[in-house]
């Protein structure tokens, strides 16, 4: 019994703004399912984030209703969790996915915590936030008992897990029960496969690359799917790549050889199928930025669908590798500990964390948390 496992399809994510990055996600969730059509198997399970909003628009739900019925076309039966993007902050509220039940998506939620399929337990729960962890330590006890009843049993979650992400999970690796066979998780895009209770836990990661640090993954590891054959005591699972129809470059370019460099970039460039995303960093040297940023638009503007530059002459980086750290105040010192994620939005909730948490406002702390990861990338 083979099985594909997909997650964090992000439909209707318009990355910069840009509608050609709304169709790349369209585009690379298409050949996902048409690869998953191919290789025959019995079964999917899509562990949250099918869509980027809560309220996706009608164009994302046919696009994704149409890649649905050509799995129920070639009778293959899809099973799925909600995520922090499908979930609307609303007691009581039902998530997109609810729209394509009739068409053959069954959905695992509070009211329908688990599934069998041809005597194989599909069990989960949808995203929570961390506030509200009891939820799924509960839900836990009531899928694990139930579980027990199968030979064959799948837990499907999208949280974000401790030992994975230490800095911005939800739940903790002791609190998920260890007597299922296959932990189908999504929110973690990169991908990840581990040994964990009686099976595997693995995180397909994202189906396209949805932010800047997804890149160095990408390059690893691909995009795509897993395919898993639970009919082994422990799951087999095969990598199966799709890869985005675009590229995703990141650059960095000593300022002395800007000229020989963008020159050699331009090469490649158009060799390329598609324009690609540019993140570019001139370095080094000293030198005007408004004339170097001229020059890059000029030389490579036109070659590419969006370019990223950024700027580090040689007097910003010995001030950056001279900085005596013990002068920095809390929050410059916490800011240039996150300096790699090279995310603006990552520095401010830190900040606000440092505010509340060194005051003991833990419930301020746990809102701010909670808003961030339900609204970011909305």
Not at 190 to 204: C, M, Q, T
Not at 278 to 286: A, P
Not at 299 to 312: A, C
Request: a negative charge.
């Amino acid at each position: 019994m083979k099985f594909a496992h997909i997650a964090d399809s992000h439909l209707g994510f318009r990355q910069y703004g840009l509608y050609q990055r709304e169709e790349d996600f369209y585009d690379v969730f298409k050949r996902n399912v048409d690869k998953i059509i191919e290789k025959n198997v019995d079964f999917v399970i899509h562990s949250g984030d099918l869509f980027n909003m809560s309220k996706p628009s009608p164009k994302t739900l046919l696009i994704f209703q149409e890649e649905l019925l050509k799995l129920k076309e070639a009778n293959i039966d899809v099973f799925a969790v909600a995520g922090n993007h499908d979930t609307v902050m609303r007691k009581d509220a039902l998530p997109p996915q609810v729209l394509s039940k009739n068409l053959g998506l069954r959905l695992i939620s509070p009211k329908n915590p688990y599934h069998i399929h041809e005597d194989i337990f599909i069990g989960g729960f949808p995203y929570q936030s961390k506030p509200y962890k009891s939820n799924l330590v509960e839900a836990f006890k009531l899928l694990s008992r139930e579980a027990e009843k199968y030979e064959k049993r799948i837990l499907v979650l999208h949280q974000g897990i401790d030992k994975y992400i230490p800095l911005a999970f939800e739940l903790e690796i002791a609190d998920i029960p260890k007597n299922f066979n296959y932990y189908g998780c999504g929110h973690v895009h990169s991908r990840i496969i581990d040994d964990f209770g009686n099976g595997k836990l693995a995180y397909p990661g994202s189906t396209e690359i949805c932010r800047k640090n997804e890149v160095k993954d990408y390059q690893k590891n691909g995009k795509g799917f897993y395919m898993v054959d639970i009919s082994r005591d422990v799951p087999k699972i095969e990598k199966i790549n799709v890869k985005p129809r675009r590229e995703f470059i990141i650059k960095n370019i000593a300022y002395p050889n800007l000229n020989q460099d963008i020159s050699n970039l331009k090469e490649w460039i158009k060799g390329l199928d598609e324009k690609p995303i540019l993140h570019i960093t001139v370095e080094g040297g000293n030198f005007n930025r408004s004339k170097v940023h001229e020059k890059l638009n000029e030389e490579l503007g036109d070659l590419v669908l969006s370019m990223r530059p950024d700027f580090k002459p040689e007097s910003l980086m010995k001030t950056e590798k001279n900085a005596d750290l013990s002068t920095l105040n809390p929050k410059k010192l916490l800011v240039n500990s996150l300096s790699e994620y090279d995310n603006e939005d990552i520095d401010n909730l830190a900040i606000s964390l440092l505010n509340n948490l060194s005051k003991d406002k833990t419930e301020d702390a746990e809102r701010i948390v909670e808003k961030f990861y339900n609204e970011y990338f909305d």
